[in-house]
Structure formats: structure tokens, C-alpha cells
């Protein structure tokens, strides 16, 4: 059923690559502005072997861990402390959410100019993107803790910290890999618009190069990387969130 | 002195909504001799649950004080171990690491305290599960990981709070009498908290018979029945005197939570 299913599934995709192929390669609606697959492959062996490629992606790569990775500790604080100290809740929760709702890339420009146009106004910008989801959903999982889980944990002495460590962040684990999920998403969108704006190196200004000069396999080759990336960190996600949270199926019973 | 001392304990909260105080037990007293099973019957809502809390320290009482071994409890601690009626097992660690949990807040080496792990699940017979999950066990394995994680801690007291009350009625006998083959291996203290009569006097030193609401202590019986002690006891006609006497004494209060008068006969 499940391989059916994969079939079925990818033949949309090959039927779109091939019709993408001959509408492309014939110059039946013009090459120049859409590109076509084998054109793309091409186009992606040049800039990977000039460096192009690899030397912009890792550019970009390290803004985002960089920020990411800073963003996901802080969130899991934050939303701990927030959910569990309820005058920090009400004092500091409007705040939170107005900032939350907020479109981050609006505050693209301002970035740049607190920070520069290099690295670290992006890394900034992947920061402020991951940080809000990670910890909002943080606060959400402390909500959805069990009592018996931190009774259990508190009839055996422990102190409040040991109340965290045993119960509280393992309890909420799974919200906050769904936060840091969202994370991804909203990190790589603001990351490139960064980059597009304002940056001297990095994949979003690739994108904006070639697009003033209109390559669309160019193009269509960054946006295939982007999206690679975004995928790969997503799946690697839901694999660690399968691994650590089979006992997730008890509760949704 | 005994063992475990409650002396005139009472416990008030307000109630959230209606903010209007509320007597959930009223001046118990209650001495637990070391190595004594003593079970507490009561109706539902009588505080026998709260005071197992009191006792171990989660919850703080109003006005009068526990001791044990002379020492006023003030925290909960490893020396007081509880059994829960919802098991409270963490979902996301298997048995051996449920069973370690209470080890590592006591500060037990990584090494002992697998050892030790190991060595209670094998006494309550779950050895071939030690890598089950909490989610793949029965209810009654659950409760075996429970009373597996309170003993390795060596508590001085185990607390159970109807720790069979969520298991079908063949499973909770045959647990009963797990129990009791546990507990004449080293006889520790424990006190046992049900709403189930007949598991009340099949376990019991000593039954406490509670009112309802607000709890007090309304007769203590002691149960002068043979040990070691098999399911047979409970069709003796000892038995049936014991049950038919706290039968007597709970009606009555069980009736008055329910506002039902007596039939007439």
C-alpha cells in the first residue's frame, strides 16, 4: 500500500519534470525565462565546480546554525521559565506575542543597520525567526505535562531543578521539536530575504545576483538547494522526534 | 512512640471557585508501628488519599504534625516512598530506567542503581520487560514498575495510594497477594490506602476505618488472621466477620455521601 502510494505519488513529478523538459528544450514558451531540467543539472555542475555554490552555501550555513542553534537553547529557557513563573508569564506575554505575530522580515532593513550588511545581521535575523517558535512551543508543551509525572519526580525528594530535568523537559520534548520545525521554516525564508536585501555573500545573494540578470537555471538551482536544506533539517527532526518519542502513541490513545 | 506518628492532623483549604474553606480531615491521630500493614478504608472524598500526601509530604497539614522515627517530615523524601492509583510512570523511559528514577534524585551511583534496578524488577517478576515501555505493558505490570521503583529506594515507609484501584477485580487480587509475598521478605512498614473492604482486611495488621467528609478516624480494627495468608482467607468465616463489621461502620458514612436514608426493614 505504502509503496503504491510512492508510485502513484512521484509519477505527478516525473510526468511535470518531463513535460517541464520538452516545453523547455523545444523553446516552446522561451528557455531563457524557464529553464529546463537537464539545462538545471548543467547549470549546477558549473557552479558547484567553480565554487560558486559551495563557497556561497557555507556562507549561509553558518549564519543559520549560528543563530539557530542559540535561538533553540534560548527558546527552551525562556519558554520553561515563562511557563513556570507566572508573573513573568503576565507581564511579559503580550510583549512576546505582538513581537511573534510580527512579519520579521519588516525588520529586514533596521537589522542592517543595528548590525551591518554582513554576517551578523543575519545571523541575527535566523535568531529572532527561530527563537519565537521554539519558545512559544515550549510553553505550550510545560502546559501539556502530566501531573503524575511531576509527582512522581516530587514524592522522591527532588528539587525544583530536578523537577525540570526529570519530568517537565522530557514531558515537553515533543512540542519543542515541533517548535523547532517551525523554527526551520521561518529561519530559511528570513535568512534569504536577508541575504536578498542586503549581503555580500551567502545563497539569498546568489539568488538576487541572478535574478537582476535574469538566469532562470541559475535560479531554479538555488531555489533546489534552499529547499534541499529546508527538507533535510525538517526530516532529520521528525526522525529524532520518532526516535525520542515513541510513547507519544500512550497519550494520544 | 511508633514508628510513624500522626498526631491530631488536620487539613483545611479554601476551594478555588467558591473560595469557601473546606475540612478534608479533621484531628486524626494515628500510630503505625514499624513493620505493621495497616490499610485505611473509607467513602470516596473522605481524605484518606490526602492523608497519604500529608504523610509523605506533598501536601502540608493545617494543624498538628508527622513524625517519623521521631523526625517531623517536612519535604517529601526517599525515607517515605508512594504507589500510585495512576501509577505515575514516566512515558518516555523504560522499566529499568522508571524503576532507577527514585535511585538517582537519592543520589545512587549509575552503577548500583542499575544493579538494584535489576534486582526489584526481577522480585516483582518483570524481568523479561525490563526494555518494555510503559505504553507496552498491562495495567498490572504498570503497577509492579510502581511498587519496583518505591522499594528501591529502601524507604522506611511505603506509602500506597489505592494503588489496585484502576486494575480489574481477578487482577487486583492476585496483586494482593504479590504484595503480601513481598512484604513478608523484610516486612516493611506500609500504609495502604483502598476503598475495597475485602482487600482491606486480606492485607491488613490493622484496618482504620474512616468517616466521610470531613475524615476522621471512626474505628481501628485489628485483623487477627494467620499469616502467611492466601486467597482462601477470604471465604473463613473470620473474614466474613471483619468484612461484615467495617461493612457496618462504612454504610452509615457512605449512605451520607450519597444523601440515600437507610431502608427500612
Same mark, same amino acid.
Given at each position: 500500500?505504502?509503496?503504491?502510494?510512492?508510485?502513484?505519488?512521484?509519477?505527478?513529478?516525473?510526468?511535470?519534470?518531463?513535460?517541464?523538459?520538452?516545453?523547455?528544450?523545444?523553446?516552446?514558451?522561451?528557455?531563457?525565462?524557464?529553464?529546463?531540467?537537464?539545462?538545471?543539472?548543467?547549470? *549546477?555542475?558549473?557552479?558547484?565546480?567553480?565554487?560558486?555554490?559551495?563557497?556561497?552555501?557555507?556562507?549561509?550555513?553558518?549564519?543559520?546554525?549560528?543563530?539557530?542553534?542559540?535561538?533553540?537553547?534560548?527558546?527552551?529557557?525562556?519558554?520553561?521559565?515563562?511557563?513556570?513563573?507566572?508573573?513573568?508569564?503576565?507581564?511579559?506575554?503580550?510583549?512576546?506575542?505582538?513581537?511573534?505575530?510580527?512579519?520579521?522580515?519588516?525588520?529586514?532593513?533596521?537589522?542592517?543597520?543595528?548590525?551591518?550588511?554582513?554576517?551578523?545581521?543575519?545571523?541575527? *535575523?535566523?535568531?529572532?525567526?527561530?527563537?519565537?517558535?521554539? *519558545?512559544?512551543?515550549?510553553?505550550?508543551?510545560?502546559?501539556?505535562?502530566?501531573?503524575?509525572?511531576?509527582?512522581?519526580?516530587?514524592?522522591?525528594?527532588?528539587?525544583?531543578?530536578?523537577?525540570?530535568?526529570?519530568?517537565?523537559?522530557?514531558?515537553?520534548? #515533543?512540542?519543542?521539536?515541533?517548535? *523547532?520545525?517551525?523554527?526551520?521554516?521561518?529561519?530559511?525564508?528570513?535568512?534569504?530575504?536577508?541575504?536578498?536585501?542586503?549581503?555580500?555573500?551567502?545563497?539569498?545573494?546568489?539568488?538576487?545576483?541572478?535574478?537582476?540578470?535574469?538566469?532562470?537555471?541559475?535560479?531554479?538551482?538555488?531555489?533546489?538547494?534552499?529547499?534541499?536544506?529546508?527538507?533535510?533539517?525538517?526530516?532529520?527532526?521528525?526522525?529524532?522526534?520518532?526516535?525520542?518519542? #515513541?510513547?507519544?502513541?500512550?497519550?494520544?490513545? | 512512640?511508633?514508628?510513624?506518628?500522626?498526631?491530631?492532623?488536620?487539613?483545611?483549604?479554601?476551594?478555588?471557585?467558591?473560595?469557601?474553606?473546606?475540612?478534608?480531615?479533621?484531628?486524626?491521630?494515628?500510630?503505625?508501628?514499624?513493620?505493621?500493614?495497616?490499610?485505611?478504608?473509607? %467513602?470516596? &472524598?473522605?481524605?484518606?488519599?490526602?492523608?497519604?500526601?500529608?504523610?509523605? !509530604?506533598?501536601?502540608? %497539614?493545617?494543624?498538628?504534625?508527622?513524625?517519623?522515627?521521631?523526625?517531623?517530615?517536612?519535604?517529601?523524601?526517599?525515607?517515605?516512598?508512594?504507589?500510585?492509583?495512576?501509577?505515575?510512570?514516566?512515558?518516555?523511559? @523504560?522499566?529499568?530506567? @522508571?524503576?532507577?528514577? &527514585?535511585?538517582? +534524585?537519592?543520589?545512587?551511583? %549509575? $552503577?548500583?542503581?542499575?544493579?538494584?534496578?535489576?534486582?526489584?524488577?526481577?522480585?516483582?517478576?518483570?524481568?523479561?520487560?525490563?526494555?518494555?515501555?510503559?505504553?507496552?505493558?498491562?495495567? &498490572?505490570?504498570?503497577?509492579?514498575?510502581?511498587?519496583?521503583? !518505591?522499594?528501591?529506594?529502601?524507604?522506611?515507609?511505603?506509602?500506597?495510594?489505592?494503588?489496585?484501584?484502576?486494575?480489574?477485580?481477578?487482577?487486583?487480587?492476585?496483586?494482593?497477594?504479590?504484595?503480601?509475598?513481598?512484604?513478608?521478605?523484610?516486612?516493611?512498614?506500609?500504609?495502604?490506602?483502598?476503598?475495597?473492604?475485602?482487600?482491606?482486611?486480606?492485607?491488613?495488621?490493622?484496618?482504620?476505618?474512616?468517616? !466521610?467528609?470531613?475524615?476522621?478516624?471512626?474505628?481501628?480494627?485489628?485483623?487477627?488472621?494467620?499469616?502467611?495468608?492466601?486467597?482462601?482467607?477470604? @471465604?473463613?468465616?473470620?473474614?466474613?466477620?471483619?468484612?461484615?463489621?467495617?461493612?457496618?461502620? +462504612?454504610?452509615?458514612?457512605?449512605?451520607?455521601?450519597?444523601?440515600? %436514608?437507610?431502608? $427500612?426493614?
Amino acid at each position: 500500500m505504502a509503496s503504491r502510494r510512492l508510485v502513484v505519488g512521484s509519477l505527478s513529478v516525473v510526468v511535470f519534470l518531463a513535460l517541464w523538459q520538452i516545453v523547455g528544450s523545444t523553446n516552446l514558451i522561451r528557455s531563457d525565462l524557464i529553464s529546463y531540467p537537464s539545462e538545471v543539472v548543467a547549470t *549546477m555542475a558549473k557552479m558547484a565546480s567553480t565554487g560558486e555554490l559551495g563557497s556561497n552555501a557555507w556562507v549561509s550555513l553558518n549564519e543559520f546554525f549560528v543563530g539557530f542553534v542559540p535561538a533553540v537553547i534560548f527558546g527552551i529557557v525562556a519558554g520553561i521559565a515563562l511557563a513556570l513563573v507566572r508573573r513573568l508569564r503576565l507581564l511579559l506575554d503580550p510583549l512576546l506575542i505582538a513581537i511573534y505575530q510580527a512579519p520579521i522580515i519588516a525588520f529586514i532593513p533596521i537589522l542592517v543597520v543595528w548590525f551591518g550588511v554582513g554576517t551578523t545581521s543575519k545571523i541575527v *535575523m535566523v535568531f529572532i525567526s527561530a527563537f519565537f517558535p521554539v *519558545m512559544i512551543n515550549t510553553m505550550t508543551g510545560v502546559a501539556q505535562v502530566a501531573e503524575p509525572w511531576t509527582r512522581a519526580v516530587r514524592s522522591f525528594g527532588a528539587n525544583t531543578l530536578q523537577v525540570v530535568s526529570k519530568a517537565i523537559l522530557p514531558g515537553s520534548l #515533543p512540542a519543542i521539536m515541533a517548535g *523547532m520545525r517551525l523554527g526551520v521554516g521561518r529561519a530559511v525564508v528570513v535568512l534569504i530575504a536577508g541575504e536578498m536585501y542586503v549581503s555580500v555573500m551567502g545563497i539569498g545573494r546568489l539568488v538576487q545576483v541572478y535574478s537582476s540578470a535574469a538566469r532562470a537555471s541559475e535560479i531554479v538551482v538555488l531555489v533546489v538547494v534552499i529547499s534541499t536544506f529546508g527538507f533535510a533539517c525538517v526530516s532529520f527532526l521528525r526522525w529524532l522526534e520518532n526516535r525520542i518519542g #515513541p510513547w507519544r502513541q500512550e497519550l494520544e490513545q | 512512640m511508633s514508628h510513624l506518628d500522626v498526631e491530631d492532623v488536620s487539613l483545611a483549604y479554601r476551594r478555588p471557585l467558591s473560595n469557601e474553606q473546606f475540612l478534608a480531615l479533621e484531628n486524626v491521630s494515628l500510630g503505625v508501628e514499624r513493620g505493621e500493614l495497616v490499610t485505611v478504608v473509607g %467513602p470516596s &472524598g473522605c481524605g484518606k488519599s490526602s492523608l497519604l500526601m500529608l504523610i509523605a !509530604a506533598l501536601l502540608h %497539614p493545617t494543624s498538628g504534625s508527622i513524625r517519623l522515627s521521631g523526625r517531623e517530615v517536612k519535604a517529601p523524601g526517599s525515607d517515605r516512598a508512594m504507589v500510585f492509583q495512576d501509577f505515575a510512570l514516566l512515558p518516555w523511559r @523504560n522499566v529499568l530506567s @522508571n524503576v532507577e528514577l &527514585g535511585m538517582e +534524585l537519592k543520589g545512587v551511583t %549509575p $552503577a548500583e542503581r542499575r544493579a538494584a534496578a535489576q534486582r526489584y524488577i526481577a522480585m516483582v517478576g518483570l524481568r523479561d520487560f525490563e526494555r518494555h515501555f510503559p505504553h507496552q505493558l498491562s495495567g &498490572g505490570m504498570r503497577q509492579r514498575v510502581g511498587i519496583a521503583r !518505591a522499594l528501591s529506594v529502601e524507604p522506611e515507609v511505603l506509602l500506597m495510594d489505592e494503588p489496585f484501584g484502576a486494575l480489574d477485580a481477578q487482577i487486583r487480587a492476585l496483586m494482593a497477594v504479590e504484595l503480601l509475598r513481598i512484604w513478608e521478605r523484610d516486612r516493611k512498614t506500609i500504609v495502604f490506602i483502598t476503598h475495597d473492604i475485602d482487600e482491606a482486611v486480606y492485607l491488613a495488621d490493622r484496618v482504620i476505618v474512616m468517616s !466521610a467528609s470531613p475524615g476522621r478516624i471512626i474505628e481501628t480494627i485489628r485483623v487477627d488472621l494467620p499469616r502467611p495468608r492466601d486467597l482462601d482467607v477470604r @471465604n473463613t468465616p473470620e473474614f466474613a466477620a471483619y468484612r461484615h463489621q467495617i461493612w457496618g461502620l +462504612l454504610e452509615e458514612q457512605v449512605r451520607s455521601t450519597l444523601n440515600w %436514608p437507610a431502608v $427500612a426493614s
